[in-house]
């Protein structure tokens, strides 16, 4: 274990020493235990030099596997005195996109709150670009995740809690909220979306282009564009912004939850996973078909 905890330091610090002052190690300590793990390896795991410690390809992969162990030995250990105590206790490691956490994961973590009030869930905001959420989830460092979906890494237990439409958001009032700039976002969405968004003849290429869909419905009530949205990121948007539907055949985003096969074996984690798949679809969305 101690091998493992050198390897998540080295990686999260970036360097040696400071991985030695994280642990509370020398820092020869530290780079006698990096040898060690790259003996039983037998390959390089860190790239060293005065810039610090990089892991190498192989050094991520074995760093990804070093958190998923530790983890699974802290859910255990967990698991174990709650079940003794009666009493559950513990951190949850959850990670969202920032609609999600300011709109959907309120009411879950009240109701898990009120049962479980000595358990502490660590709400952390990812953008859901690339690897994104599910990322953090795979390597390591989210427990749950909450996504759009698809995902596209591997190795995951993904459910849909919900799909919701996209919709047209435009400065209120403006007469052809289609002759408007497009503010554009980066987000994962699935492929059916990316060909819809591509047919349309009438959507320009963004004019601008920002990372967060807060900052968009802040641009759209200064009346710098129109933007294409899902209905979520519109909730409590500026009071001159306005929305319409996109019409027959618009995409849907589809959001859910993704976890790792191991984690769904501790109670905790599943007791959150029921609270996230009782999740209603906001005003405008469409709950999904129960599968």
Known sequence: MAELRVLVAVDGEGSVSEAGARLGLTQSAVSHALRAAERKLGTVL???????AQATAAGQA???????????MEVMRTDTHNAARGEATGTIRLAAFRSAAFHLLPRVLVRFGQRHPKVTVDVRIVPDLGRGIAGEVA???ADVGVVSLPVYVEGLVCKELYHEPYVLAYPAGHPDPRSLPMIDWHENCSGETQRWLS????????DITVEDDGVVMSMVGHGLGAAVVPRLSTVDAPSKVATTELGDGAPLRRVGYVTTRELTGS???RDLLGELCTLRAPAGTRPSTPG
Do not use: K, M, N, Y
Not at 46 to 52: E, Q, T
Not at 62 to 72: M, N, Q
């Open 267 to 269: 109670a905790l984690i």
């Open 46 to 52: 860190f790239d060293r030099g005065r810039s610090g």
């Open 62 to 72: 074995a760093v990804g596997h070093a958190r998923h162990i530790l983890r699974l």
């Open 199 to 206: 047919a349309q003849e009438w959507i320009p290429p963004g």
């Open 139 to 141: 390597d390591g460092r």
